[in-house]
């Protein structure tokens, strides 16, 4: 494309767009969609890895207490943690003080729990492990030889919870890469046919350009330019949108769930860029196969 016919190819865009605005603005708004749809879900997506990821960087364990455990075992037992390497007591909560944390963390539901007749909640230890060395410790074994321990009711680590998120994750990342080609099919579904219905609506001008000697990338290039402008604005109003739902969210997400979320965070900026760009190339890709059937490319 020579340079000095760029303005009126990209005016002719324009017409096109100004033409047929109810059918631009119908498939910008529902492309818009399909790429909020798929941006929640990485969203979604990359926050829960970087918690899974945060969580395994250090092994910690809660070690619950049986009611009515007496003071001289709790300590034998808080010196026995204190003897394994690499293992840091972070926070010893009583039964009060539990029932304490868990109100806190509901938040306004917290009502529900008036009606009890008595604090179910155990007493624990809670223990992060930070080898000097580097290696962790086997956490089955700890497990194992603390819940043999008298007055230890169970032990929890948090490596157990992670590898039954990793398998969650997987079939996570398998639905994502589904979704997202259902929507980009779907996409490029709405451009190709928007395309169609600019290209009917001035196919009597485009046979009169081919008459008087136009050349097919001559005619072509507006529809191009076109859908890809279709792609530009569906890209940066879902990245718009989506921001704006994540400041919301970060704001209001004690408000909205009731308790306060782990560190909330948007997409980094390689996300945004290829939602960006996918949103542009589907915008030209769906142009290339509506002219298909009327020119020979």
Request: aromatic content about 12%; charged content about 20%; cysteine-free.
């Amino acid at each position: 494309m020579k340079l000095r016919l760029a303005p009126y190819f990209i005016r002719q865009a324009i017409q096109n767009v100004r033409k047929n605005w109810l059918v631009h603005v119908v498939g910008v708004s529902t492309m818009v969609i399909s790429f909020l749809i798929f941006g929640t879900f990485l969203l979604l997506f990359y926050n829960l890895d970087s918690w899974i990821h945060g969580w395994g960087d250090t092994l910690s364990m809660s070690i619950y207490l049986e009611d009515g455990i007496d003071r001289g075992t709790r300590e034998k037992l808080v010196s026995l943690i204190r003897e394994i390497p690499g293992a840091h007591i972070e926070r010893t909560i009583t039964k009060k003080q539990a029932f304490i944390d868990l109100k806190r963390a509901l938040g306004r539901e917290a009502s529900v729990l008036e009606g009890l007749p008595r604090n179910p909640l155990p007493a624990s230890i809670e223990v992060a492990f930070h080898p000097s060395g580097g290696e962790k410790p086997d956490p089955e074994k700890l497990r194992k030889k603390l819940e043999a321990f008298t007055g230890v009711a169970e032990v929890q680590y948090s490596e157990e919870w992670l590898n039954r998120f990793e398998g969650l994750m997987k079939v996570f990342r398998l639905a994502g890469l589904i979704i997202g080609g259902l929507l980009g099919l779907g996409v490029l579904f709405i451009v190709t046919n928007t395309i169609k219905l600019t290209i009917y609506s001035r196919q009597e001008e485009i046979e009169i350009m081919k008459l008087v000697g136009a050349t097919d990338w001559f005619v072509k290039t507006p529809f191009l330019l076109e859908g890809s402008m279709q792609g530009i604005v569906s890209g940066m109003l879902s990245v718009l949108v989506l921001y704006s739902g994540y400041l919301i969210l970060s704001v209001k997400k004690a408000d909205i769930f009731g308790f306060a979320l782990l560190d909330f965070v948007f997409i980094p900026n390689s996300y945004t860029l290829t939602i960006f760009v996918v949103s542009v190339a589907l915008g030209l890709l769906g142009s290339f196969i509506a002219l298909g059937r009327f020119f020979r490319l």
